[in-house]
């Protein structure tokens, strides 16, 4: 079964650091996908990075990179030059065959953003 | 541009109450499913569907039953509401099985409350 671990309940920040989210997954399957979520206070989910188990590059989109180290089973999200507006709560979650179905997820970290 | 549409937003029922939350993508995805949030815990899969006609259980699926007549529609039936069930469902589509097929795409979530 597949798994995901989320340690960090939740994270303070100041404004216009660099901050690191952590995941840890577990599976036994070669083929996975691995994907960060964004949920803030109004509940949506929103979309944020992917990474495949075979890319050989770490997945990066505008200020979020997924720090992926494969043997460690990690897959971290680093937000760059972190915004008031990236306060909310972020899940990692995970799917079979490098794809978006039956996704796992974590249990979330608080991020919070201070002036 | 509706992409995934939940309806209703919210929703009060009385224990043994039944009620049907539904779920409709203009996506043309294959793949639609069912998660529960609940306080302080990540996204649980309730069930989901990989095409018409074709449904699954996820993680959680005892008091829950779904059918899938189109690709469109994915409706979510609380068949006896009970307390436990008191939680924000989200349905969520993506385009299908097999490598990377993209982001989860997320409905904006239905808050059920039951008394």
């Known amino acids: 079964a597949q798994k995901i671990t989320q340690t960090q309940p939740g994270m303070f920040v100041q404004e216009k650091e660099a901050v690191t989210l952590d995941c840890t997954y577990d599976t036994s399957d070669p083929s996975y996908g691995l994907f960060w979520y964004k949920q803030p206070s109004s509940g949506e989910m929103i979309f944020l990075i992917y990474?495949?188990?075979?890319?050989?590059q770490n997945a990066t989109e505008g200020r979020y990179s997924l720090n992926f180290q494969k043997a460690r089973k990690s897959a971290n999200l680093v937000i760059s030059a972190s915004q008031l507006g990236d306060s909310a709560m972020y899940f990692c979650a995970m799917g079979k065959d490098q794809g978006a179905q039956k996704l796992v997820f974590g249990q979330g970290t608080r991020l919070t953003i201070n002036p | 541009n509706a992409g995934v549409t939940q309806t209703p937003k919210f929703q009060v029922l009385k224990t043994g109450q039944s009620m049907t939350l539904q779920c409709a993508q203009d996506m043309n995805h294959e793949y639609m499913s069912w998660y529960r949030q609940d306080p302080g815990m990540g996204l649980r899969l309730i069930h989901y569907s990989v095409g018409a006609g074709i449904t699954d259980q996820g993680e959680v699926p005892n008091g829950y039953n779904v059918s899938r007549s189109t690709t469109e529609d994915f409706p979510l039936r609380l068949l006896s509401a009970a307390p436990s069930q008191t939680s924000v469902y989200f349905c969520a589509s993506s385009i299908g099985q097999g490598g990377n097929t993209g982001e989860l795409f997320f409905g904006e979530g239905s808050r059920l409350t039951v008394l």
């Open positions: 990474q495949g188990s075979y890319d050989q």
